[in-house]
């Protein structure tokens, strides 16, 4: 064990055990799965409580390398990510920690943090990484009937799925989920009269039960028009209907325009992250 503060960091044998912490709730159980998670620690204070998390995510479809995922505190925050680089920065047959995601406030102090380590790692600093946010509703407000017409989209369609990624080219390059992507289970959009994809919302699912909305995107020719809301709003809809106990996405903190839409719609912006890889330093170092 390791104690800094009034806080004392103990590991976490059991997955089930991290994502049950209610102080997580309810981005844990939505977003981590019990095989995600290699290693995990908290920070636990006098009384014994749990204060903050810090877990390394194993390598997936979404990053190859294992990740250091951590919420709580931000204090306790830098603390914990020290310790799971010191304990287990490589992880066995999942290869070296690529990088972190940590509450967004503490960018700065744990960037200065790991450069005065020895050997120092390159994290967070200004040419790197990005602050984003994660959102979730249990239900959506819509305050007036839809403008525009959603229908599903069949990506497995060569011609679809080729609409969609002309869309998603010009009006959300840095998307990270294009049709062919493994967690992406369906799509809905606004198709005009020739078949162009004017606006789009993919469905993904890395946790059964727990959807995840991406790609959402609307041609910069028809911006302003709503659309947006609707794609939106009416795959969220759908979901809840059919059972999903809530509905979470992630969108980049600079996108304002995306944050009205979201906060029209009754989400709730539940984190704000930043995240980064490291570099700088000798692979066989980094740990």
């Known amino acids: 064990m390791a104690t800094a503060r009034d806080r004392t960091i103990q590991p976490i044998s059991q997955a089930d055990d991290l994502l049950g912490w209610p102080g997580g709730q309810p981005y844990l159980t939505s977003d981590v799965a019990a095989s995600d998670v290699a290693f995990g620690c908290r920070a636990v204070d006098l009384a014994g409580a749990t204060r903050s998390v810090a877990f390394i995510r194993t390598p997936s479809a979404d990053r190859d390398h294992p990740w250091i995922t951590a919420l709580g505190d931000p204090g306790d925050v830098e603390m914990l990510v020290e310790h799971l680089l010191t304990e287990h920065g490589e992880v066995n047959d999942g290869g070296l920690v690529g990088g972190a995601t940590v509450p967004a406030s503490i960018r700065t ?61 010009v009006a959300s390059p840095t998307h990270w989920a294009p049709p062919e992507h493994p967690h992406v289970t369906r799509w809905a959009g606004i198709v005009d009269q020739h078949g162009a994809v004017l606006a789009c919302v993919a469905e993904t699912l890395r946790i059964p039960g727990h959807p995840h909305l991406a790609s959402v995107a609307t041609h910069p020719d028809h911006r302003g028009r709503g659309m947006a809301v609707a794609v939106t709003g009416w795959m969220t809809q759908e979901l809840l209907a059919e059972g999903a106990p809530l509905v979470s996405l992630g969108m980049y903190a600079h996108n304002d325009i995306a944050r009205r839409v979201y906060t029209r719609l009754g989400y709730t912006c539940a984190y704000s992250w930043f995240s980064s890889g490291f570099a700088s330093i000798p692979a066989s170092e980094r740990c």
């Open 109 to 169: 102090q744990l960037s200065q943090r790991l450069l005065s380590r020895t050997p120092p790692i390159r994290w967070g600093t200004t040419d790197q990484g990005a602050p984003w946010d994660w959102w979730w509703a249990a239900e959506v407000r819509l305050d007036e009937p839809a403008a525009h017409e959603v229908i599903w989209l069949d990506a497995f369609d060569p011609t679809t799925a080729d609409a969609i990624r002309t869309l998603l080219a």
